[in-house]
């Protein structure tokens, strides 16, 4: 208020100073009220100008305060979600999208940190501008402040209206803009598939059509900005006007002087931006309310998978399955069913079936990505539920047949899994493991070694290559146990005869679990399972199982036939 104030003194004093020096003849006496009116402008222009480097200075501090801290608030609420998110379980990733995730850790945070720091720091200016500069314009003159003030509520209410529009219409542009960039993701990531469908034309036609609803959804967003600036402007001429008009009439009745009008316009100037901010403070809280909400379903949903007792992790003796059954909460038939098997302390056993038998739902069951239905597991006789989590899978070597790599350097791909309380990975490790992947001639043939970039998804790795990373990986953690699930899928039969070669001599004293549809892969084991929609059918060593030329037998002859004609027709 009180640069506002200044001026009106200023003005007055000016006023009165030049009616003076009007009506005086006198040249000492005009010479005086010269050096007066020069002094009272010096003085009165260091005063504004102090006023706005004070007024600039606590800005400053109540910026720093809140908006600083509302980045603070929304650096804790990301990683907030980012730690819960990683806590939950896969049947929560089934049903909820990419995108509804992304949106929820981006955008809703946002809205919410724009509450806590912009809206709330121009909710406290409304406020206090309101109790200093109101009260004292109604006591000037009742009826001129009334004037002056009619048209800010409406502008605050047309504000109120036209920002939930444009929020709304916001929304929807990007809700379309998610859609065109999950299209163009989605096209780029199958542009094999594209090209080889000489589909081009079509996808681009499906690209325009998204696109064209974006554009729509632009230009009316566009139309109703063109009418909200105007509006905004002609409601704060308005008052000026008002100011204006109603305030000479005051000064040629005498009522005030000139330096109230001008005092007065600095207060409808003043009053603007809060008045202006009520209705967008008002959208920001609802918006805010609604994302916070939003938020808040996820932070309820708990992490099915707990540790019980956060025991310390042991194993010493043997792992043991015992009644196991899982079945899929989207199915009626379980995937396993009464499972019971021992894996004890320096053994190899493989599990041999085909697709849908099983064997990744073991592997996942064992790992604590779900948990059993049914039964238990045991490692040296503690249930798994009991047991420290991340200690289980920090000890346990994993290649899964479906590998997903970062779009990073091979080398850190390989080394991903190595935890922090875990001894640097050196150059020999790293040359041992890809050794026993069979990775070494794929490394020396990349451009860079195993400081090329794989791509998104590895993409310029082949299939078989990838599942090699993925048991490099798996290896380079010198794990206690070692589970492959079907991981040599897509490696060719020389190849993966290379692999169990380097495999059969680090497996030994170490605990392993092989998971495959291929009899080549398991014959070498120390035990082998053969399991069929969720049973187990047969057991025993590669010789037993032969000899009681069942399906294990049956299976073995057809691979062994398929893999001679393979190797004559190479």
Not at 313 to 319: A, L, T, V
Not at 471 to 488: F, T, Y
Not at 518 to 523: I, L, Y
């Amino acid at each position: 208020m009180f640069p506002a104030q200044a001026v009106g003194r200023a003005i007055d004093l000016i006023k009165e100073k030049l009616a003076l020096y009007l009506q005086e003849s006198d040249s000492v006496v005009i010479t005086n009220i010269h050096n007066e009116l020069n002094k009272s402008i010096l003085y009165f222009s260091a005063l504004i100008l102090a006023f706005a480097l004070i007024r600039g200075a606590f800005m400053y501090l109540m910026r720093q305060t809140l908006i600083v801290m509302s980045r603070k608030v929304e650096y804790d609420l990301k990683n907030e979600i980012f730690a819960h998110y990683q806590q939950l379980s896969q049947a929560f990733y089934k049903v909820n999208n990419t995108g509804d995730l992304m949106s929820r850790i981006s955008e809703d945070v946002s809205r919410v940190r724009m509450y806590v720091g912009p809206a709330v720091m121009y909710f406290t200016n409304l406020v206090v501008t309101f109790l200093v500069v109101i009260p004292y314009m109604y006591s000037v003159d009742f009826w001129f402040a009334t004037l002056v003030l009619m048209p800010l509520p409406i502008l605050s209410y047309a504000i109120f209206r036209v920002n939930n529009t444009i929020n709304k219409k916001s929304d929807a542009i990007q809700g379309q803009l998610s859609t065109i960039t999950g299209f163009v993701q989605e096209t780029f990531s199958g542009i094999r598939v594209i090209k080889s469908f000489a589909v081009e034309n079509d996808t681009k036609q499906a690209f325009e059509k998204e696109l064209d609803l974006y554009r729509e959804k632009s230009l009316s967003l566009a139309r109703t900005d063109a009418t909200f600036f105007p509006l905004m402007t002609f409601l704060t001429g308005l008052s000026t006007l008002i100011t204006l008009g109603i305030g000479g009439w005051l000064v040629l009745q005498g009522k005030i002087g000139v330096g109230t009008i001008a005092e007065f316009i600095i207060y409808v100037n003043l009053l603007t931006w809060p008045v202006t901010a009520l209705g967008y403070t008002s959208s920001l809280v609802q918006r805010a309310a609604a994302s916070q909400e939003r938020i808040n379903q996820f932070l309820s949903v708990k992490p099915d998978i707990v540790s019980l007792e956060n025991a310390p992790y042991n194993f010493d003796k043997e792992i043991r399955f015992e009644d196991v059954t899982y079945c899929y909460p989207e199915k009626k038939v379980p995937a396993l069913n009464n499972i019971s098997l021992v894996i004890p302390k320096g053994k190899t056993i493989a599990v041999l079936g085909t697709t849908g038998s099983g064997k990744t739902t073991l592997v996942q069951l064992l790992l604590r990505v779900m948990d059993c239905t049914t039964g238990r597991i045991t490692i040296d006789g503690r249930d798994i539920k009991n047991l420290n989590t991340i200690r289980l899978k920090t000890e346990t070597g994993y290649a899964p047949q479906e590998v997903f790599l970062f779009s990073d350097t091979v080398y850190n791909n390989i080394a991903f899994g190595l935890s922090e309380d875990q001894p640097p990975l050196t150059n020999e490790q790293m040359v041992q493991a890809v050794k026993m992947a069979a990775l070494s001639q794929t490394i020396t043939e990349l451009p860079q070694g195993l400081q090329t970039i794989v791509g998104e998804r590895g993409v310029s790795l082949s299939g078989g290559q990838k599942q090699r990373v993925a048991i490099a990986r798996a290896i380079v953690k010198d794990p206690q146990l070692l589970v492959l699930d079907d991981c040599l899928s897509a490696v060719d039969t020389k190849t993966e005869a290379e692999i169990l070669m380097h495999l059969k001599s680090f497996m030994k004293d170490r605990t392993a679990l092989i998971i495959s549809h291929r009899v080549s892969t398991v014959k070498d084991a120390d035990y082998i399972l053969v399991l069929d929609n969720g049973h187990i059918t047969e057991e025993g060593t590669h010789a037993d199982l032969m000899h009681k030329n069942a399906r294990y037998a049956m299976l073995y002859n057809k691979q062994l036939s398929e893999d001679t004609i393979e190797g004559e027709l190479n």
